[in-house]
T-cell receptor, first 113, second 113 residues
């Protein structure tokens, strides 16, 4: 039982390049989330998926797109990376709509030059 | 926008002492959660307190919630060096299609051996 896994762990991009961050969970959770964490800041929600087939914007969605590929996988895509997107990205999941704890992946550290 | 704000931003104590961290928030919530983040790792859920609860215990953790003052505190008793981490409060509120967590900026706790 791996929990929430994220790939890659580290990535360096040049401005304008695109990439997709992958997230998968094996806990049969319905809801999945993408956050970014910047130095001295808490986590800010980028996008979330309440259930398979649905996605919604969070607090900072500009410059990102997401795909809920199936119940297990939720990917985050940067179409044209910008230096302002340099951050640590965390994926999380939780079992359902009712309020309860989220389980986090180990994070992807992204640097955009 | 950040919902929760932790205080202090940083706290340094000796092993065996108690550590108290505070969190203030601005709007109505369904519950408040505390998470721990070790350096370079993902967040780990510690404890959840519902809006109709005033106090909750889990091992060496004690959480209080005062909804009239929109504030919460996390007390870690008999601290250990392994408690060194950043601690985040997160408020859980309905966001339209799902409950969403909004994180504060965190308190960096250092426990000196």
């Amino acid at each position: 039982n791996a929990g929430v896994t994220q790939t890659p762990k580290f990535q360096v991009l040049k401005t304008g390049q695109s990439m997709t961050l992958q997230c998968a969970q094996d806990m049969n959770h319905n809801s999945m989330y993408w956050y970014r964490q910047d130095p001295g800041m808490g986590l800010r929600l980028i996008y979330y998926s309440a259930s398979e087939g649905t996605t919604d914007k969070g607090e900072v969605p500009n410059g990102y797109n997401v795909s809920r590929l199936n119940k297990r996988e939720f990917s985050l895509r940067l179409e044209s990376a910008a230096p302002s997107q340099t951050s640590v990205y965390f994926c999380a999941s939780k079992s359902g709509i009712s309020y309860n704890e989220q389980f986090f992946g180990p994070g992807t550290r992204l640097t955009v030059l | 926008s950040q919902q929760g704000e932790e205080d202090p931003q940083a706290l340094s104590i000796q092993e065996g002492e108690n550590a108290t961290m505070n969190c203030s928030y601005k709007t109505s919530i369904n519950n408040l959660q505390w998470y721990r983040q070790n350096s370079g790792r993902g967040l780990v859920h510690l404890i959840l307190i519902r809006s109709n609860e005033r106090e909750k215990h889990s091992g060496r953790l004690r959480v209080t919630l005062d909804t009239s003052k929109k504030s919460s505190s996390l007390l870690i008793t008999a601290s250990r060096a392994a408690d060194t981490a950043s601690y985040f409060c997160a408020t859980d509120a309905w966001g339209g299609s799902n409950y969403k967590l909004t994180f504060g900026k965190g308190t960096l706790l250092t426990v000196n051996p």
